[in-house]
């Protein structure tokens, strides 16, 4: 395999070697590069930078790759623009601003635009030549884009457009425009709308650039007045501009969601220079689990879009954990800063300055923080009945509710053997599955005990819970009965250790939150030898992302029971779920379940020890968020113990607990990236399915 790149076409390799190629290319150009690299206040000044890199960029090929020939492209798709949109971040050149529009705009244009304009026109939007932006939004026309009023009338074989467009970003320096115009009447709504390429210098047009309230001159408003387009402008169909506007969206939330990631974990890194108070340092590692969650959640989208596909509005959830990502970080970052960023006295904290302010309107642009929980509820709440479980899922299901007891269910599995080879993919599938259907069912099994025993070796298990009390004495958990584990591993701040079960003082007595296997008790550790490493680690790696596993039925289960309650009961004459709060609840907790899914099964494909560790951190946060957000939906009754939602609530309540509760981690996970100065992604670009093979 070749990889790039020196302006001549070569192969394209996997993202993954282009991504060390690419590397390598920047790191030659390093010094010849350093003006490119400067933060800059002017917003013109900034442009004229971001264009000469786009061109050296171009030039090498590396603007290229990830594009189609057909658009001077060199092949590969969207996944190598992500890696080389890493490697940018990573290497610290600036935010892409003008060029974010690439991968909002691009896509859509390839895919419905007339092949001969765009073999003409969209190589020039990649050398860096020209920008665009996208007139969508009206001043009739915000939240409710179907209402769209600007006109574009048939005239022979040109259109004719009249209208006013409004938030039109980077229309200063843009040279071309993605408009949205009315085709049919205004009633038809959404079904009379049609995209087309309209040139900004043509006659009738008029930019008239606003500045935002960051000061930044990015916004526009801009007029047509009889402004003529040939019929090769016209992107997609007649009067199906939704398809199209539709489409874009979906790329906006996936790889320009990656995009923007990539730059949040450049911050993050930045921010961890200052941070010094504890609670600041503890919401950076809530930031790292942030980024964990986005990362593997808009990858997921750009897999599906390189297959082809078009998320629709599953890409709601994207934007939606993007801004609130991008808010936390930058409240994080108002928090260090000994002024709040109030004041900025010099270049790099003018920009954090403009940035900070800018992520307030992270949840306005592109779809409001409201209209994406609107989204969320009706295409993928309402109607929502029970969370679509694979044959996997059931098979564990059917154990746990085995009429002979879920450990007898755990048996007829084969659940030791599946876990004595962690290896193999099904195998892991079927643990997730198990731990899954364990927090569906709310049943107490001796899972964790059974997986732990197998990967610490005979006979030994891992304390799930400690407590450092006086001298050399520590409160345990251990989730199994004391006498069939003879050896307990347990972290100290002297590293692994173990001691036997017989020198643990047992206490039976005490009350555990949620039903399980568990007993604690105190043991002095002064004399208590070492344990291997690698091994308690893997351990507690893999103990971790099951339990996260387990939290997740548990999520989905409650999720299940709000919904189908407030399709259910009747209030004030209607069921709850025509109620605007109660469908924002409900989108809320569906929200934060599927990036719960997503880090799940992204750790489940590695089972790392960060990525465990941020999973699990997730699962406690977000364990908490949709039971409180559930409960709330059920009312009186979800606080009963008639009501099954207690079952679920304390057990993702007592997961959190277990192996690490998710306030901890974050704590660890903050004074890492404060020691370090790295962000713990939690997998690597390697890790990512499909980043490894070649398009
Ligand atoms: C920085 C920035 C860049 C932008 N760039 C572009 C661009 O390049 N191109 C473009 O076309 N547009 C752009 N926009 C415009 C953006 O898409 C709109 O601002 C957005 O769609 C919201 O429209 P609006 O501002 O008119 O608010 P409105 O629609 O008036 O909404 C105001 C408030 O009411 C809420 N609301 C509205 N309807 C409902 C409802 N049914 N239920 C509950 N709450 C509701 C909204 O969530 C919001 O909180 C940009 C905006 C910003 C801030």
Known sequence: ?????????????????????????????????????????????????????????????????????????????????????????????????????????????????????????????????????????????????????????????????????????????????????????????????????????????????????????????????????????????????????????????????????????????????????????????????DLFAMRVRSWSTMLELAADGSPGPQSAVNKALLTDAEQYLFHTADRIHPGGFMWAQNLREEVLQEELLFSHAASIYGGTRQIQNITVYRQLVAGHTRTETDEYVETAMAAMLDPAGAEAGLDTLGFDEVVGDLGDTDNRRAIAAVFEAAGRTAQPTTGLARLLESLLGGDTTLAVATEHLADAEVRLVVDVNQTTAPRIVLATPRGWVSVLSSDVTWNEATQFLAPGNMVTGVVDISEAPSFDAAVADRAEAVGRWALACEALGAVDAMFDAAVNHAAEREQFGATLNSFQAVQFMLAESHIARTALREACSATGRTLNGDAAMITKLLAGRIGRRVGAETLQVLGAIGFTQEHPHHGWFHRVLTIDALLGRSAALARELGTRLVRTGKVPLGVDLSELPGASSSA
């Open 1 to 289: 395999m070749t990889s790039a790149a020196n302006g001549a076409d070569a192969g394209v390799a996997s993202p993954v070697e282009e991504a060390i190629a690419f590397r390598q290319w920047l790191a030659d150009h390093h010094d010849e590069f350093a003006h490119l690299r400067v933060l800059h206040a002017d917003a013109d000044e900034r442009v004229r930078v971001l264009k000469e890199l786009q061109a050296r960029l171009y030039d090498a090929g590396w603007a290229r790759l990830g594009w189609p020939s057909e658009i001077g492209g060199r092949g590969g798709n969207i996944l190598h623009r992500a890696a080389i949109y890493e490697e940018l971040a990573n290497a610290g050149y600036p935010p892409r601003f003008v060029f974010e529009h690439l991968e909002v705009l691009l896509p859509s244009l390839a895919r419905f635009g007339d092949p001969a304009l765009m073999t003409e026109l969209l190589p020039r939007m990649l050398s860096g030549e020209e920008t665009w932006s996208q007139g969508f939004s009206e001043p009739g026309a915000g939240s409710d884009f179907a209402a769209v009023r600007t006109r574009a009338t048939q005239d022979g074989d040109n259109w004719i457009i009249n209208g006013h467009k409004i938030w039109t970003s980077w229309s200063k320096w843009a040279k071309r425009c993605l408009l949205v115009a009315r085709t049919g009447s205004f009633e038809s709504r959404h079904r009379g709308l049609s995209v087309f390429v309209v040139d900004l210098e043509a006659p009738g047009v008029t930019v008239s650039p606003i500045n935002q309230s960051n000061g930044s001159p990015e916004l526009a408003e801009v007029f047509f007045d009889d402004v003529t387009v040939g019929s090769t402008a016209l992107v997609g169909e007649i009067n199906d501009g939704w398809t199209v506007a539709m489409y874009l969206l979906s790329c906006e939330r996936g790889s320009f969601a990656w995009q923007r990631n990539t730059f949040l974990t450049r911050r993050l890194t930045e921010l961890a220079e200052r941070a010094t108070d504890p609670t600041d340092i503890e919401r950076l590692g809530n930031s790292v689990a």
